[in-house]
């Protein structure tokens, strides 16, 4: 069965840092675009990073250098430095497929003092 299921969302105060996963079920993370989003209620979804062939790495430009995507064999991680109030949302992890993109529940990150 092929799955995404998101975890390490949470409450943390601006600054902080928390690390995302994403384990996938039924194939071969390398072998796909893997891709995080992000939602903040009444606001379309919004790419924040991606990852292909498990190496190549591209950035949304609000990321600033603070996140980071990776990915090993069956897990695709997002770590999320410097944390600011505005990365407030619930995070999903995507496979995007010409048969239908593949979404996780996805996790909420609250960052706020």
């Known amino acids: 069965q092929v799955q995404l299921v998101e975890s390490g969302g949470g409450l943390v105060q601006p600054g902080g840092s928390l690390r995302l996963s994403c384990i996938v079920s039924g194939f071969t993370l390398r072998r796909y675009v893997m891709n995080w989003y992000r939602q903040v209620p009444g606001k379309q979804r919004e790419l924040v990073a991606s990852?292909?062939?498990?190496?190549f790495k591209n950035y949304a430009d609000f990321v600033e250098g603070r996140f980071t995507i990776s990915g090993d064999e069956n897990t695709l991680y997002l770590q999320m430095n410097s944390l600011k109030p505005e990365d407030t949302a619930v995070y999903y992890c995507?496979?995007?497929?010409?048969?239908?993109?593949?979404w996780g529940q996805g996790t909420q990150v609250t960052v706020s003092s």
């Open positions: 995507n496979s995007p497929r010409g048969t239908g993109d593949l």
């Open positions: 990852l292909s062939a498990g190496e």
